[in-house]
């Protein structure tokens, strides 16, 4: 069965204002939402977004950014999928 976009529904999203970094929480069809890391969306400098590009290794500033916002995300994907 071929990967059908449709299907793919995207829960809960975070961005990091300074380095774009996304995480997102995505469910395909009908399937357990998982947590993603990536991809990051930099800022043109007339202030709209570029193409999105891979994540990448992650820097200090995203790595505190991810920290701070991880209970958040740990909460989120709570009420989606809850623990067994």
Do not use: H
């Amino acid at each position: 069965m071929p990967f059908d976009p449709d299907k793919d529904k995207v829960l809960k999203r975070w961005k990091c204002d300074e380095t774009g970094l996304v995480v997102t929480i995505n469910q395909y069809n009908e399937g357990q939402p998982k947590v993603q890391i990536g991809p990051r969306v930099l800022l043109k400098k007339d202030g709209t977004e570029r193409v999105p590009m891979k994540a990448g290794r992650l820097s200090m500033e995203d790595v505190l950014w991810l920290y701070d916002t991880i209970d958040d995300i740990k909460e989120a994907m709570t009420e989606f999928t809850p623990p067994e």
